[in-house]
């Protein structure tokens, strides 16, 4: 694995930090691409990604620290909670991109739906990317195995809590995988028929499923659990019944 970037002898990059960086890239590319196809200007992507970006980020934090650190906060020391990369949680991602999104479009006047299923593609895509970088980092690490995809963490430089030298499930493959899988199905059905809110409702539903599954091969939430699953087991149940229910009432609207 490769946690980190060597430059120069005194100079290194976290691999997981430039992977972060170039899913962000991915959503304001891949994004500005599908904005026409909804009826949005390409400009309207690069104005709202700074913000995007933020809210992500401050969303995967907090989300992070409430969840798995717990609640309060005043029991954790103010460099963990101001310190933004001691623990980022994707679904906080999603949550905290979503409300950024709802409401710098609020200030600029237009819908939240079609702009959400623009990006639902790039969405997509950003988790697999980012998840390679989790993968470099060794966070997220996936249970002990002897499946022959099982993989070894050696380096010095990895994540502290992961396990190393022996073979685990490499969970943050896995999920990138099918994280691309679903851009590729999103990104198909960005330009077929139907109402505004379908592809991002398909998009929430399916990053929740994934999610779902894919906590089963992972090792790191022990100590968090409740009645034996995580919280993103919660989560995804969560994201995934709110978008079926947004799926199936914008499916059944009848067009203008």
């Known amino acids: 694995m490769f946690p980190v970037i060597w430059m120069s002898h005194s ?27 909804r009826g949005m200007p390409p400009e309207l992507i690069e104005r709202s990604w700074p913000w995007l970006f933020l809210g992500g980020f401050l969303g995967a934090h907090f989300y992070y620290l409430i969840v798995v650190d717990g609640w309060p906060l005043r029991h954790l020391p103010l460099r963990n909670i101001v310190n933004i990369f001691s623990g980022t949680a994707v679904q906080g991602g999603i949550i905290g991109g979503v409300c950024a999104a709802a409401v710098y479009l609020r200030w600029e006047g237009y819908p939240f739906l079609p702009f959400c299923d623009a990006l639902s593609p790039a969405g997509a895509l950003a988790q697999a990317i980012a998840r390679i970088g989790c993968f470099a980092a060794g966070c997220c690490y996936g249970r002990k195995t002897t499946f022959f995809l099982g993989v070894v963490f050696s380096s010095p430089f990895t994540d502290p809590p992961t396990p190393r030298g022996v073979p685990l499930h490499p969970a943050q493959l896995y999920e990138a995988f099918l994280d691309l899988g679903l851009a590729v199905f999103l990104q198909k059905r960005l330009k077929a028929p139907g109402r505004q809110g379908t592809l991002f409702a398909l998009y929430l539903m399916g990053a929740g499923l994934i999610r779902f599954v894919v906590q089963f091969f992972r090792d790191d939430d022990r100590g968090h659990l409740t009645f034996g699953l995580a919280h993103s087991h919660f989560l ?21």
Do not use: Q
Request: glycine share 4%.
């Open 11 to 37: 100079l290194r990059l976290s691999t997981w930090g430039v992977m972060v960086f170039l899913a962000a890239l991915a959503v304001l590319w891949l994004g500005r691409i599908n904005a026409p196809a």
């Open 236 to 256: 995804s149940m969560v994201l995934f019944i709110a978008a079926a229910v947004l799926y199936h009432k914008k499916s059944k609207e009848v067009a203008p």
